[in-house]
């Protein structure tokens, strides 16, 4: 077994490389003077089982490269198997047509990665669950949920809490979440005007007096959440805290989500904190390092990786 990353998320791979006590691979991951991309792997990876650590995070486009030239230079080294972990899959979103002649780019990158020479994926918290579909390989989509629950018990307890979904479509996750922590269910019933734009509507639940905690898999712009937490606030909450696993937190989310009643967001380290992350006072990263780790061990081993949630 073989542990390769690129450039997307190095401090997550080095952790998953010391929990698995394995040294990440010898590879160079580099630009030539107009940008291309070139990887040149310094160990004989003939014959082993190999995982490439990387998310398709900003930059999105130089990092997906990296990895589908990580993916063909491993496929040309005659690895025996070639497994792409991608803690945060980009293009996520892309995952229908939104309207006439649009593509669906979620699907388009998973045929990228099958064709560059990946035999299986693991990836974590998919924007929708039937991405899966889009590959013709074995893949496997982790669940930040214990990691993001056992921080909500130690902070929070099970007294008085309520999951909240700022969306319809993230119902299913709240009342996952809910449930493994006796809670109670609220939701936001809004309306999208435009991509990245959000208007709250009304919430369904009762949230007055409670102690609210959003969950959510990406936060990007953060105005979903902010909007959120200030319609919760609204309707008599006692304090709002978010929860999610990947954050993208774009442009001047940071400062958004700090100027919000927010008092906490938690977010995993699928994507590397930005400067912006790592001093903020109320935006804090858990690893998901463990989680990932074990699921390659066990994916190494013909092992099963669905009891990790059992």
């Known amino acids: 077994m073989k542990i390769l990353t690129g450039n997307s998320n190095r401090p997550l791979a080095e952790a998953i490389s010391a929990y698995l006590n394995l040294p990440l691979t010898q590879a160079a991951v580099r630009r030539f003077s107009d940008m291309e991309v070139f990887v040149e792997i310094h160990e004989n990876v003939r014959g082993e089982d190999v995982f490439v650590v990387q998310s398709t995070s900003f930059p999105a486009n130089d990092n997906l490269m990296e990895l589908l030239v990580t993916l063909d230079a491993l496929r040309r080294g005659?690895?025996?198997?070639?497994?792409?972990?991608?803690?945060?899959?980009?293009?996520?979103?892309?995952?229908?047509?939104?309207?006439?002649?649009?593509?669906?780019?979620?699907k388009l990158v998973a045929n990228l990665i099958t064709v560059a020479g990946a035999d299986r994926v693991l990836t974590l918290d998919l924007h929708a669950g039937q991405i899966q579909g889009f590959f013709d390989i074995p893949t496997d989509n982790l669940f930040a949920a214990p990691v993001l629950v056992k921080d909500i018990e130690q902070n929070f307890g099970r007294g008085n809490i309520t999951i909240v979904s700022p969306d319809v479509g993230g119902v299913v996750r709240a009342r996952a979440y809910a449930k493994r922590l006796d809670a109670e269910l609220a939701i936001i019933d809004k309306r999208r005007e435009r991509a990245g734009v959000s208007e709250v509507m009304n919430i369904i639940g009762d949230v007055n007096g409670k102690?609210?905690?959003?969950?959510?898999?990406?936060?990007?712009?953060?105005?979903?959440?902010?909007?959120?937490?200030?319609?919760?606030?609204?309707?008599?909450?006692?304090?709002?805290?978010?929860?999610?696993?990947?954050?993208?937190?774009?442009g001047g989310a940071v400062a958004r989500v700090s100027a919000a009643p927010i008092d906490r967001l938690v977010i995993t380290d699928s994507i590397m904190a930005t400067e912006a992350v790592r001093v903020s006072q109320n935006v804090r990263q858990v690893t998901i390092a463990p989680l990932i780790a074990e699921a390659m061990r066990r994916i190494s081993e013909e092992r099963s990786v669905s009891s990790l949630f059992d």
Do not use: F, M, W
């Not at 899959?89 to 649009?102: E, F, L």
């Not at 936060?219 to 929860?243: F, Q």
């Open 78 to 106: 005659s690895a025996r198997r070639v497994t792409a972990v991608i803690p945060y899959y980009g293009y996520a979103r892309q995952d229908r047509k939104s309207g006439p002649r649009t593509p669906i780019s979620a």
């Open 211 to 250: 102690r609210c905690v959003l969950v959510d898999d990406i936060v990007d712009s953060a105005g979903t959440l902010c909007n959120a937490a200030v319609a919760l606030k609204e309707a008599g909450a006692i304090s709002v805290s978010a929860y999610v696993t990947h954050g993208v937190l774009s």
